[in-house]
């Protein structure tokens, strides 16, 4: 059985993984959070007593005897994390969006002593929306403004999404010298032919929308992913956590779990 630690193990994320970890024979062993703290996180999660209280010192990972953590929480817990599971070898599996290039820059350092794997979208259908969205730009071309809209529930702190943030990268890998431009207000002047916009729509409910427009004369193409469940995100977590478990140490991507080859 693969021992769990979840860091974020109180949010919305994380009381999912902890519901689905018991299906996938997984046993949690370490619940860290910053809120809820002393609360069983199974009985957090709704499925029961776990025995495993939440706590919101990260040092306890060492001695936990976890083989892998699932991280679902903020860009400053998982930096403070990523260095203590380092140094304990426990793999990292992170959903955590909002990072910048120093919290990834920590870890890609783990990586070289633990198998750490970092997606900004869990979903297998954003992966493959990914690959059909580079398909569409590469043979559209420019004759094809790509605009990306993404919408999300009004408690999502950051924008545009992690999810955005990728797809655009997939544009720009497949279509060179496009730059992104985010919302657009007052007299920005006609569109520049080499724009990439980006639109973040924030309210209600929304678990993630994104739809990647091509936008051509006289004809139009828009590609469109809708989660309808957080469960899913928490199902590729945690089979990326049984995935990872046991591997050499990396820096990996849900591509390396489906075995689909291509770009993380
Ligand atoms: N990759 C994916 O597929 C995917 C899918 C959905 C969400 N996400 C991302 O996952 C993250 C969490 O989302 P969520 O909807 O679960 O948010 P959430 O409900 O706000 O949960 C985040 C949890 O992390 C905890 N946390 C924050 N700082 C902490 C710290 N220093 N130490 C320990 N715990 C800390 C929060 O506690 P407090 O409330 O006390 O701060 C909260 O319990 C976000 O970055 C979100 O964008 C990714």
Redo the contacts with the bound molecule.
Sequence with gaps: MTKLAV??????????VVRLAKEAEMTLVLA?????VGQDAGELAGVGRAGVPVT?D?GALAASGADVLI???????FA??VPVARAARVAIV?????LGADELALLDGAAADVPALW?????VG?YVLGQLAALAARALGDGFDVEIVEAHHH????AP???ALRLAERVKAAREGLELVHGREGKPGPRKPRELGMHALRGGDV??DHTVHYLGEGERIELTHR?SS?EL??R??VRAAAWVSGKPAGRYGLSDVLALGGAP
Excluded: C, Q, W, Y
């Design positions: 860091l974020g193990a109180s949010g919305r994320m994380g009381r999912a860290l959070g910053a809120d809820a919101s990260v991280d679902f929480s903020s860009p400053a817990a403070a994390m992170s959903g955590t969006t909002g997606e900004p979208n869990m979903s954003v408690a999502k702190v950051d999404s992690g999810t678990i993630g989660a957080r995100f928490a590729g977590a």
